[in-house]
């Protein structure tokens, strides 16, 4: 194993649940860790953001440092907060050698993206560990790190002929000017078809400062995904699928949406109740929350995929931003049910809805429609049949309706079927479907596969 210091704040890894990460290397010393926790099945703190695209922050310093020096760069950026709200982790980095050498320490580079499996990888460099981000990463790595932040570094020189999908960055202190140009050619072939491609100077120079400015203009905005040739929760080496795409970091309040995080069951009647709570995520379009007419604002139900955070849909959906246009309301539940939360399961979901509409006469009833990732697309499939007096219309991405009897919160098609068959001629419901054509968990119809296939049994 390289001779690295490696800082680790937070926990190691949100992307997988289930998996356990190898054991760390006698270098990795924890420092300190995110104020807030996650279970399988979801979090334990409702507020913050989805952990689903959780941040993780590479940090390079300009020397090498030892655990003092690194406690205290790590608590002069003042990145604590943004760890908390946003399940993110951050790590110091030492250079293998004395100083930094581009081969071995990219190796060491390859090595961390590959355990920490971020898709929104943060990058941030000072002085020598700036210049090893301009010159090394910055060329090699681009296409799967997030977003870069280096102050006091020398810019790159870019090959002859040397294309890139470009990253987008911050910059400041000595060099700024030059290093920026440099990013802004290395973006130059992508930002034309790609927004998110932006390249910001900074007269910031103490790394709390330039930490919040970097956060607010640049590493908030995006993260990366990758789901090319494969599913991304199954994780990918470097390399492996090629170029992570830049998508916009779900932000409501630029959409003039005021988020509402509902815990419903904490008391009845003035009396504290221990058992599990119901939770949903309320999304209002900030002039219709008060002043909307009666019985005049559509209602989209959003579910998340299987033990999936509560908060995917509206944060990876892009639902978030369709209500920022059509000024909609979006409502996302947990409707699976984590040790904190209770199970809504299809009953629970209409009570939820008859609680909305009671509380919200804004809400038109007959316009009230569901959409769900994976599980939560065959759920929505589910209440499309089963509560058709509810929703006008339903669909989702990655799931429909598997043959079999199924354990917990999947919906049997068996029953469904029957129901189905009964309400035949005198009900209709809308119904859409997405899937992938590579997707191996929720296969495409094939002529080998449609027998029993989910999406035609939907």
């Not at 355990?115 to 700036?130: C, E, M, P, T, Y």
């Not at 390249?199 to 103490?206: D, F, G, I, P, T």
């Not at 079999?404 to 469904?416: A, V």
């Not at 129901?419 to 035949?424: D, G, I, M, S």
Request: glycine share 8%; aromatic share 12%; proline share 6%.
């Amino acid at each position: 194993m390289k001779k690295i210091l490696l800082i680790l704040m937070a926990f190691l890894s949100l992307t997988s649940a289930l998996a356990q990460p190898a054991p760390l290397p006698e270098q990795v010393v924890l420092v300190q860790r995110a104020n807030v926790t996650a279970v399988f099945g979801g979090p334990t703190q409702p507020q913050g953001r989805s952990y689903n695209n959780a941040p993780s922050f590479f940090i390079y310093p300009d020397r090498k440092l030892d655990k003092t020096g690194a406690e205290a760069l790590v608590a002069s950026l003042d990145l604590q907060a943004v760890l908390d709200v946003n399940f993110g982790t951050a790590f110091v980095i030492n250079p293998v050698g004395d100083a930094y050498a581009a081969d071995k320490d990219f190796e060491v580079f390859v090595e961390l993206f590959n355990r920490a499996r971020s898709g929104n990888l943060k990058v941030i460099g000072f002085g020598n560990g700036a210049s090893f981000v301009n010159q090394v990463l910055a060329l090699r790595a681009a296409d799967h790190i997030a977003g870069i932040a280096t102050v006091d570094g020398k810019p790159a020189k870019l090959p002859k002929g040397f294309t890139s999908w470009g990253v987008p960055a911050f910059v400041s202190g000595k060099n700024a000017a030059k290093v920026a140009k440099e990013y802004e050619a290395l973006n130059a072939a992508q930002a034309p078809y790609e927004p998110l491609l932006q390249v910001v100077v900074s007269s910031a120079n103490e790394p709390g400062a330039v930490f919040a400015e970097a956060w607010e203009k640049v590493f908030s905005r995006n993260f990366r995904f990758n789901n090319y040739k494969h599913t991304h929760y199954e994780g990918a080496k470097f390399g492996q699928y090629g170029p992570y795409e830049l998508e916009p970091y779900a932000e409501w309040e630029p959409l003039g949406i005021e988020r509402i995080v509902v815990e419903y069951g904490a008391s009845y009647r003035g009396r504290d109740l221990n058992g599990p709570k119901y939770l949903w995520y309320e999304y209002w379009p900030k002039e219709l929350k008060e002043g909307a007419p009666a019985h005049s604002v559509p209602v989209v139900v959003l579910l998340h995929g299987n033990t999936n955070d509560p908060r995917t849909q509206a944060e990876t959906s892009g639902f978030l931003q369709v209500a920022g246009e059509e000024r909609i309301f979006l409502v996302e539940m947990e409707w699976q049910g984590t040790p904190n939360y209770q199970a809504m399961g299809h009953d629970g979901i209409e009570s939820v809805l008859a609680i909305l509409f009671e509380k919200y006469p804004q809400l038109d009833p007959s316009r009230v429609y569901a959409h769900g990732l994976s599980a939560g697309s065959m759920t929505a499939t589910a209440l499309g049949i089963k509560k058709s007096h509810l929703f006008a219309a339903v669909g989702g991405n990655s799931g429909a309706l598997f043959t079999g009897h199924w354990i917990g919160p999947f919906p049997t098609f068996e029953t469904i079927w029957a129901e189905a068959t009964q309400k035949r001629g005198c009900v209709e419901t809308a119904y859409i479907s997405v899937f992938g054509t590579m997707d191996t968990t929720v296969p495409y119809m094939t002529p080998d596969n449609w027998r029993g296939n989910s999406y035609l049994n939907a």
